[in-house]
């Protein structure tokens, strides 16, 4: 597609539901990240992906989080046993090289309740 | 580690006013530097960047210019319009491809 694409858009969720996301970025983008925004907040990093391989998953906040990206295009970020301070809006964002400009999708809306 | 601090809003103007909003950052190395702007409803895109120091980058009548001196990458433009209602985040990225960013400043620009 001519841009980043996630879904949903939107979710809500009750309190310890598993929830995954979905992230499609522009085709040929090397590195895909994804970010968590919290409202009024910046985008805190969650992990990173070149390619197919996982390079860094530092800012994932708990073991609840889980990130793939199987054969290096789509990516999907796991929620499991959600909770209420998960709520946040989850971007994703994809890059033709290492240090390139990241584009970015408009992002999931997650709703914990 | 590398950070970025900027200048907390709202910020509300009136058209035509001037505009800027400051950014300064932390970093080990020279990173590249960046301004994101999200539009209401929108995802974040970018604005402009600088890649070294004394850089100028300019987008839309924006400018921002790497000062490695100061550490700072502030955001101008000279005469803003309601349109550039928005909220703009600075951002850097490491050598190794990471990016950090700030917590945003919302900008307000009245008729």
């Known amino acids: 597609g001519a841009g980043v694409s996630q879904s949903p858009r939107y979710k809500v969720a009750k309190r310890g539901q598993d929830v995954a996301l979905r992230c499609d970025p522009i085709s040929g983008h090397v590195s895909l990240f994804w970010y968590q925004q919290a409202l009024g907040q910046g985008p805190e990093f969650l992990t990173y992906?070149?390619?197919?391989?996982?390079?860094?998953k530092s800012g994932l906040p708990s073991d609840r989080f889980f990130a793939e990206r199987p054969e290096g295009s789509v990516s999907t970020l796991k929620i499991q046993r959600t909770q209420q301070e998960d709520s946040a809006v989850y971007l994703c964002?994809?890059?033709?090289?290492?240090?390139?400009?990241?584009?970015f999708g408009e992002g999931s809306r997650l709703t914990v309740l | 580690g590398d950070s970025v601090t900027q200048m907390e809003g709202p910020v509300t103007l009136s058209e035509e006013a001037f505009l800027t909003i400051n950014c300064t950052y932390t970093a080990t190395g020279y990173p590249s530097l960046f301004w994101y702007v999200q539009y209401p409803g929108e995802g974040l895109q970018l604005l402009l960047k600088a890649t070294k120091a004394d850089d100028k980058g300019s987008n839309k009548g924006f400018e921002a210019t790497y000062r490695k001196e100061t550490t700072s990458f502030h955001l101008e433009k000279g005469s803003v319009q309601v349109s550039d209602s928005a909220v703009y985040f600075c951002?850097?990225?490491?050598?190794?491809?990471?990016?950090?960013f700030g917590t945003g400043t919302s900008l307000t620009v009245i008729p």
């Open positions: 992906f070149q390619n197919e391989a996982q390079l860094d």
């Open positions: 951002a850097l990225s490491d050598r190794a491809g990471q990016f950090y």
């Open positions: 964002a994809s890059s033709l090289q290492i240090t390139g400009e990241l584009f």
